[in-house]
């Protein structure tokens, strides 16, 4: 049994297999943010021919079912068939690289008094020859060198014995030793022949749920020779970690989420590595930060106890690791230092983005959030951190919205409305391309543009009589962003109910754990927002919709990708590594899922911009207003 695609490849089918698993097993992947559930509808296929049945027919519209559109997670089939497959249902994660030039780093890790001292170092040793007056034996005098230059405690591994004996003679007895520190003792991670102190090179990386993003640093000088990032392509089993976690535990494939990211890290790696003719010998060290089940996946640990109350992580503070042991295609002795974790759903990311934004050195009284599927959230100042994580879901990313999707080409990523003639005017990533979907910035502004010219009520009910824009369609009354010549892109109630259970479940974080700790919003000096979402969020439209409190805009400060940046930090100080572990320790926790008060304040943002529209006056006056 095959299935031909109208492209001219042919593939074997297992008889019970999905199409879309079958797709998979044949290494051609399709956006299913559900993860196969059959819920989100993205992974939509046209049969041309041959016997399939075809188990649910959800988010599909009967124009659509007419021309033979289905659900390659829903649709088994029983012989041949023939089915092409969209452009926009296609997942392209192979081959989404972006790099980017050098930028100075160096101000930061100064300002944080810390000096450059990398987690690994090298050492240039010059070993007296072997006489028959002095005989003892290689190691032996090698131990005694490091003895004579202070380094007494300094374990050498046995593996690296096999060849000592060539390595401390071929360059006239000089030797380089790389070695790292660990557990109160320096290691040895390399032996060398000749002086190798220099070049030496490191790699910071961020494992975000959507993208990874590899720093090439050379340990050095701290430069920050180039970037590399790609999607990250466990995509492929689902947007969330949640749905990512259901397939590592009860469809068995925890090792493939695994080879999946490390194969990922290798390709940028690859990438670096070539660009700058780098020797595989020069990479000293491997720096990751990532939420605590990225974590997990990178360091193949089952991640199933995170999804099940209580809610408990294999661990929060990891075992220095091998690139050997973990598949990275470097030297096998490598060390992987990662990130200490806080909980199940506040990662070494926000540990990390902590140590960028040095909110645990300040008085004054800051929010760190980063606006993702998690909503991280923490506050605090150089007293005490409180956490938390409020399960914003990952419809910002696209997923749970009908035409949903990333901040890539095609992405309408800003939208406004005429007050006066209700006329839409959309911005989209990319030159010169048309239209694919919304992704989150384009859904906030556009929530936000439709509540304050009337055409959506508090409630997130379009309102039929105010615009032409507002018809019925299959999931009920939908607004057009967009005329398209194939398709419409359409905001429709359940999106926008979505949209305002997310932001609901960030602000309720906010003002949650500000009342657990006695403050309030006027107590706050500075909200800190990470994340690749923030940099393109308008903090104005944000405030309009109640996805984030209402203060002056210069209290808003965008971090970027603060992860990779206490990645890069950590790589190049002991200091900060330590600060970093001290931070992660000390961080309380609050498990919000439990929480009486968090429900009280996410039952009361499920309005535009908030049930307390006086907690909001500068929207207040826009409503009364409005002015757009």
Known sequence: MNISLTSGKNIPCT????????????????????????????CRIIIKSG?????????????????????????????????????????????RIATGKSRDLLALLYSKGAEIDPISGRIVLKLPPPSLDDNISDLERLKRELFANGLGCLRVPFRFMANLAQTVRKEKWVITLSTIHSEDCYEITGIFPGNRKAPRYGFAIDIGTTTIVVYLVDLTDGTLVDVASIYNSQIRFGDDVITRIVHATESNELENLHRAVISDI???????????????????????AGNTTMTHFFLNLDPFA????????TANIFPLSRAGELRIKLRPDVPVYVFPCVASYVGGDIVSGLLATRMYEKEELSIFIDIGTNGEIVIGNSEWLM???????????????????????????GIKINPDTLEVGIKVIGDDIQPAGICGSGMIDAVAAMFLTGI????????????????????????????????????????????????????????TLLKEAGFTFDDVQKVYIAGGFGKF???????????????????????????????????????????????????????????KSFMDEYMSG???????????????ELMDKQLF
């Open 15 to 42: 008889p019970g297999l999905s199409i879309l698993k079958s797709l998979k097993k044949a290494g051609i992947y399709l956006t299913s943010s559900c993860g196969g559930k059959g819920t989100c509808g993205k």
């Open 51 to 95: 016997t399939v049945d075809i188990r649910s027919k959800m988010k599909l519209t009967q124009e659509e079912l007419n021309e033979g559109f289905a659900l390659a997670c829903r649709a088994f089939p029983s012989g041949d068939i023939l089915i092409d497959i969209p452009k926009e249902s296609m997942l392209t994660v192979e081959g």
């Open 266 to 288: 290798n390709q940028l790696i690859s990438i670096l590595i070539t660009n700058h003719e780098i020797s595989a010998e020069s990479i000293d060290c491997l720096v990751a």
């Open 306 to 313: 995170i999804r099940e109350a209580p809610y408990i992580p």
């Open 387 to 413: 956490s938390a994580a409020c399960s914003a879901g990952p419809c910002f990313e696209g997923s749970g919205i009908k035409h949903g999707m990333r901040a890539t080409d095609g992405a309408i990523e």
């Open 456 to 511: 959506l009520d508090r409630k997130g009910r379009l309102q039929k009589d105010v615009s032409g824009r507002v018809r019925e369609g299959e999931d009920g009354p939908e607004f057009v962003v967009h005329y398209g010549e194939e398709k419409d892109i359409v905001l429709a109630e359940p999106d926008i109910e979505n949209i305002i259970r997310a932001k609901a479940a960030i602000y309720a974080g906010f003002s």
């Open 537 to 595: 969020l308008d903090i104005e439209k944000a405030i309009i919709l109640g996805l984030l409190p209402e203060m002056p805009k210069e209290k808003f400060q965008y971090m970027g990708n603060t992860s990779i940046t206490g990645a890069y930090l950590c790589i190049l100080s002991r200091k900060l590594r330590a600060q970093a572990e001290r931070i992660s320790m000390e961080m309380a926790y609050v498990e919000l899922s439990v929480s």
């Open 606 to 620: 499920l309005f535009i911009p908030h049930t307390d529209i006086d907690a909001f006056p500068g929207v207040k």
